[in-house]
């Protein structure tokens, strides 16, 4: 287990010193510019004090838009709230799986097949009957899209009768049931073009005006059939981190996402919600040697000193995990050692004592890699102990933690080189041959399958490591396979490691896993946004899952 105290890590703490410092600079710089902004938005303003649209309109800045619009079946929906639309099953505060659309779910003896009924009586909010016709349709149009949402395991759905809907699978897979949690059904007869942009559901909200680029209003769904939300108007501002900032202090904005090194600061009449969520970052290490072998796209694949798994070992135990939650997310988050931390397929026996250099520089020389010339990078048969980190250059997070790696690993000899990259690039064209900063985090297991089973020939940045390990697919394979989640965690948790094998840092050492981020958020004071599930990664509006339960509690 790591320990409780850590010490202090020489250069990178530097390194965390002179980052802080800049911020700081930079924060001063962006607060006089906004102070200036503020005084001349109150001067073309007569009354900050209430808003025009009143205190029941509830005004949330979330982040960018979804510019491809709101439409389930391509992907709306896939990490957070879908809103407008109802889906079969949800996840409550703890996780557990319950009841929305569907009444009853359950799956066939050959594993094979889902029977699902769904509520009798239930409209879209157009007033048009959603029955088992509009389920099926929405889950063979999404197996065709062939969009973020991967439903190439689906044969077909077929319809029993009105409220009835059979899920046939290609092969076993437990982990289907998430689509059940995430994809929102949509009306057969009006998913036509240009849908996601007027979207029809039968969810709690219903869009009423969406201005691309600025805004998008809802209102409560009278035909709702579950919870009837408390707060009737939500408008979503879509606006730049230092707008939307501005905005909350104006008195503006109700619930305000924030980047963790903005959640330190204080902003009148609101209050700090900090989320715990899976939403993490850790280094995808390739896996095999460079041999001069491509992808059928012609991306070149591998890295010669990444190859060997003690480099992987020594920068798993070198990091220091805590230091970089202090130093990079404010505290804001807890260090990473897996890609599934704190859900029940996590397996504890994965954790282990990080920031230990010791054991580190004892791994690299006991594998042959010593510094010879006395440069500060060890050596091996001619290899230097040196890789390239690439990370999206718009982000600063991924930036700080490439940065400070790379600090922590300068003391045992190994020289990683931070680098910047647009991300489509990074996951077009370097993903197979590089040390990638790269962020997942899901509700479930199924993440576990794509990051770490043996793939084809073109995995993108599934896997894109090509690690591959026969104990650890049979683990995998055999969970997909199992009648239950129940019944599969022990297999998820064996693919982690059984004592002598796996792909978490005791077995394999496949990733370097870093952070666990905290998603932080300013909301209204008068705003009670009730107990929030731990968050996926950061993609929707994740936040707003438990959205019919938020009440305002001011007079």
Request: aromatic content about 10%; some cysteine; charged content about 25%.
């Amino acid at each position: 287990m790591p320990s409780a105290r850590r010490a202090p890590f020489g250069c990178a703490s530097a390194w965390i010193y002179r980052w802080n410092v800049k911020r700081l600079h930079l924060r001063i710089v962006l607060t006089t510019v906004l102070a200036l902004w503020l005084l001349l938005l109150v001067a073309c303003e007569k009354n900050q004090e209430k808003r025009a649209d009143g205190p029941k309109t509830l005004v949330l800045a979330l982040g960018e838009e979804n510019t491809e619009g709101y439409d389930p079946t391509l992907g709306w929906g896939s990490y957070g709230n879908p809103l407008f639309h109802s889906t079969l099953l949800k996840r409550d505060a703890e996780l557990n799986i319950v009841p929305d659309l569907a009444v009853t779910w359950e799956l066939d003896n050959s594993r094979l097949v889902w029977r699902i009924k769904i509520r009798p009586g239930v409209h879209f909010s157009d007033g048009s009957p959603l029955t088992a016709k509009d389920v099926a349709y929405t889950f063979n149009t999404t197996a065709k899209a062939g969009g973020i949402r991967d439903l190439s395991n689906l044969e077909r759905a077929e319809v029993v009768d009105g409220i009835t809907v059979l899920l046939r699978l290609r092969r076993p897979d437990i982990t289907f049931i998430q689509h059940l949690i995430t994809l929102g059904i949509v009306p057969e007869k009006l998913h036509k073009a240009g849908y996601g942009r007027h979207p029809i559901g039968s969810g709690p909200y219903v869009m009423v005006r969406w201005d691309e680029g600025q805004q998008m209003i809802a209102e409560a769904n009278p035909r709702y059939y579950g919870k009837v939300p408390e707060i009737k108007h939500l408008i979503f501002r879509f606006a730049s981190e230092d707008a939307a900032l501005a905005a909350a202090r104006a008195g503006e904005v109700d619930v305000l996402g924030v980047p963790s090194n903005l959640a330190t600061q204080e902003i009148d009449g609101m209050k700090l919600h900090v989320v715990k969520s899976v939403d993490n970052r850790g280094l995808m290490f390739p896996m095999v040697p460079n041999t001069g072998a491509k992808t059928p796209r012609g991306l070149a694949i591998g890295n010669n000193v990444t190859a060997d798994i003690a480099i992987r070992k020594a920068v798993n135990y070198a990091i220091d995990r805590q230091a970089l939650v202090n130093g990079v997310l404010d505290g804001f988050g807890r260090p990473a050692y897996g890609v599934v931390d704190d859900l029940p397929w996590d397996n504890k026996e994965i954790r282990f004592r990080d920031n230990d250099r010791q054991r580190a520089e004892v791994i690299l020389t006991e594998a042959g890699w010593i510094d010879t010339d006395n440069d500060g990078v060890r050596e091996k048969q001619g290899l230097r102990a040196e890789f390239t980190i690439l990370y999206n250059a718009k982000d600063s997070l991924r930036l700080g933690l490439a940065l400070a790696v790379a600090d922590m690993l300068k003391p045992i000899g190994i020289k990683a080189v931070p680098r910047g990259e647009n991300w489509d690039r990074i996951k077009n064209e370097l993903t197979h041959a590089f040390v990638i900063v790269y962020g997942f985090g899901d509700h479930s297991p199924l993440e576990l399958y794509k990051l770490y089973h043996s793939n084809g020939p073109e995995p993108l940045y599934w896997n894109a490591g090509f690690y591959a390990n026969p104990t650890v697919d049979g683990y995998l394979d055999q969970a997909m396979a199992a009648a239950s989640i129940e019944e599969a965690i022990p297999l998820w948790q064996k693919a982690q490691w059984d004592g002598k094998t796996g792909f978490t840092t005791p077995g394999d050492a496949a990733w370097a896993w870093m952070v666990n981020l905290d998603h932080t958020y300013f909301v209204n004071k008068c705003l009670d946004v009730g107990k929030s599930q731990m968050e996926p990664h950061g993609h929707g509006w994740p936040i707003t899952t438990n959205i019919n339960d938020w009440k305002w509690i001011c007079e």
